[in-house]
């Protein structure tokens, strides 16, 4: 499993609201490139993001579930990405002091990229939360809270 981590200018309520938004998912998430839809329920278990992955004219059409959620601190992902597979995904929330440290992990949760060893498929997946923890707090310490 991949563990990255970032400390953000923002308390976990601020975070949460950009999480909980899921028509800005395309904005931090690297690989994801278009939203189609969003369920009304977000970040509800079982509500989906539907979203498109790649580049035009290469765009996969796919989807994201919420497996479990606990509000303003933690967001259980199942990430849909074919052809190489799914994945797991856990972003966790934790105040210090006017701080927040958001945590990902992430792990293939099934498809071709289960074959892949571990040892090696963490490294691509932890330079690509790296980047999507740098967009998040982009998002987040730009973005007036509410």
């Given at each position: 499993?991949?563990?990255?981590?970032?400390?953000?200018?923002?308390?976990?309520?601020?975070?949460?609201?950009?999480?909980?938004?899921?028509?800005?998912?395309?904005?931090?998430?690297?690989?994801?490139?278009?939203?189609?839809?969003?369920?009304?329920?977000?970040?509800?278990?079982?509500?989906?993001?539907?979203?498109?992955?790649?580049?035009?004219?290469?765009?996969?059409?796919?989807?994201?579930?919420?497996?479990?959620?606990?509000?303003?601190?933690?967001?259980?992902?199942?990430?849909?990405?074919?052809?190489?597979?799914?994945?797991?995904?856990?972003?966790?929330?934790?105040?210090?002091?006017?701080?927040?440290?958001?945590?990902?992990?992430?792990?293939?949760?099934?498809?071709?990229?289960?074959?892949?060893p571990t040892a090696l498929r963490d490294l691509p997946i932890g330079w690509r939360n790296v980047e999507s923890l740098r967009?998040?707090?982009?998002?987040?310490?730009?973005?007036?809270?509410?």
């Amino acid at each position: 499993m991949a563990t990255n981590k970032r400390r953000m200018k923002a308390t976990p309520e601020h975070v949460w609201e950009v999480l909980s938004d899921g028509w800005l998912y395309p904005l931090w998430v690297v690989g994801a490139s278009r939203m189609r839809d969003v369920d009304a329920t977000w970040p509800e278990p079982g509500s989906q993001l539907y979203h498109s992955v790649g580049t035009w004219p290469l765009l996969l059409d796919d989807s994201t579930e919420v497996l479990d959620m606990v509000p303003g601190s933690m967001l259980t992902l199942h990430a849909r990405g074919w052809p190489a597979g799914a994945a797991r995904v856990t972003i966790r929330l934790e105040a210090h002091g006017a701080e927040t440290e958001v945590v990902i992990d992430e792990d293939v949760a099934g498809g071709p990229a289960a074959l892949v060893p571990t040892a090696l498929r963490d490294l691509p997946i932890g330079w690509r939360n790296v980047e999507s923890l740098r967009r998040l707090a982009y998002v987040v310490e730009r973005r007036p809270a509410s």
